[in-house]
């Protein structure tokens, strides 16, 4: 009986090892070998029907049809400038701190109002309106006995919104007519951060839920058109461009048929801004304008302005001015300038308000201007 179930044992185990055996041949027949998986690997990679998935990397722009789970969602503009009060530090600590310390002394005689004239003067305020501001708060010391600081410092505050002008529209004109987008031209000299700011509106826009188009008609510049398409791209926004050196107004004009064509709300134009003659820009300037108003009207001409460049930014104010109607102005930088005060000079220089001060090299420092808030920040 032993022997009988010893020998049962040891033919199921030879079985078991034949049939293991055979399955294992059959398997092994169909095997690649290692040269051939390699080539087979490679024909799979190169081979175009079976594409390697594109796996986005987390630091690189989502492509503008990218699902938006990889798409920045920009801050809302509203409460900007009051984040970013501390960044005007330079202007803080000359401008506001140097006029509130003459006005906070007892005895504000002659020598005292030549001195906040000058702190003004310094900080880039102009000639006329520091004239009017000083003249306006001496009056208002000597009517309203005003002896103490705290009433001295309200003072102040008033009268520098009043320089500022509350009353101007600051809003970006970007609605359309009869169902076309807004179109925004964005002007000035190269360096002055005009790139940005149009990368930087867009997300202003987008975060308004907006539909934007880019127009990259800076064709004198290749990596201007680059830079500007990975901004819309962070936000999902195409951008319509050129080839370098080609005609700045067909890039205007193709990126504002884009617009109407995808339903677009806005569509923000890049322009070039070379200074070298004021014929040659106005040519330029007034040709983009004029061919892109062939398909929509521009609904604003943004004039961006490095405050940095304080009278050299005064002087570019007026040639653009001179050869565009410039409707607001964008201030970039301001973080980086004492010189605060260039905001009310280069409004009177162009009878146009500041609608966006740059406070930062952030995507999202880009702030509308208010003006209680900014001298508020000031006097901070
Ligand atoms: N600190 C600071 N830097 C800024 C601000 N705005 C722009 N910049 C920087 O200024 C530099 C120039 O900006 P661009 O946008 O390339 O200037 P641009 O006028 O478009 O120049 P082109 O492309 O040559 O026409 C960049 O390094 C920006 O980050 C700002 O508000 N504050």
Redesign the pocket.
């Known amino acids: 009986m032993t022997l009988l179930l010893i020998a049962i044992v040891v033919a199921v185990v030879i079985l078991g090892a034949g049939i293991a055996l055979v399955v294992g041949r059959r398997g092994g027949g169909t095997m690649p070998s290692p040269a051939d998986l390699d080539r087979i690997t490679e024909e799979v990679i190169d081979h175009p029907e079976h594409p390697e998935p594109h796996l986005e990397d987390e630091d690189e722009p989502a492509s503008p049809g990218a699902s938006t789970a990889t798409l920045e969602r920009p801050e809302a503009p509203q409460g900007r400038l009051v984040r970013l009060r501390a960044r005007l530090a330079r202007s803080q600590g000359s401008l506001g701190k140097g006029l509130l310390a003459v006005l906070g002394r007892a005895d504000l005689d002659d020598a005292a109002w030549e001195e906040l004239e000058d702190t003004l003067l310094a900080a880039d305020v102009g000639v006329g309106p520091t004239a009017e501001l000083v003249e306006a708060l001496r009056t208002r010391v000597r009517v309203e006995g005003i002896n103490e600081p705290e009433r001295a410092r309200a003072a102040l505050r008033e009268e520098l919104i009043r320089l500022v002008d509350p009353e101007l529209d600051r809003s970006l004109s970007a609605d359309g007519a009869d169902g076309k987008p807004g179109v925004v031209l964005v002007v ?1 000299v ?8 149009v990368g930087r509106l867009a997300r202003v826009l987008v975060a308004e839920d907006k539909r934007v188009v880019l127009g990259a008609a ?1 064709t004198f ?1 290749a990596a ?1 058109a680059d ?1 500007l398409q990975t901004w819309g791209e962070r936000v999902g926004v195409d951008t319509v461009r050129g080839p370098e050196g080609g005609d700045p107004a067909s890039v205007g004009f193709e990126a504002v048929q884009r617009g109407i064509a995808d339903g677009a709300d806005v569509v923000l134009v890049d322009t070039a ?1 070379r200074l070298h003659t004021k014929a040659g820009l106005m040519d330029e300037l007034g040709k983009v304008k004029r061919v892109v108003e062939k398909q929509a009207e521009v609904t604003e001409v943004l004039l ?1 302005i490095d405050a940095t460049t304080g009278q050299n930014g005064l002087t570019q104010a007026r040639v653009f001015g001179e050869v565009v109607d410039v409707t607001g102005i964008v201030l ?5 300038t004492a010189k605060g005060g260039i905001v009310v000079a280069v409004q009177r220089e162009l009878g146009v308000p500041v609608k966006f001060v ?4 952030g995507a999202d ?1 880009l702030a509308p201007f208010d003006a209680a808030e900014f001298v508020d920040a000031l006097l901070a």
Do not use: I
Request: aromatic share 0%; charged share 30%; proline share 0%.
């Open positions: 000035g190269n360096g002055t951060g005009k790139t940005t700011t800076d510049r201007a830079q801004g961006v970039t930088k301001l973080d980086g740059g406070l930062g090299e420092d």
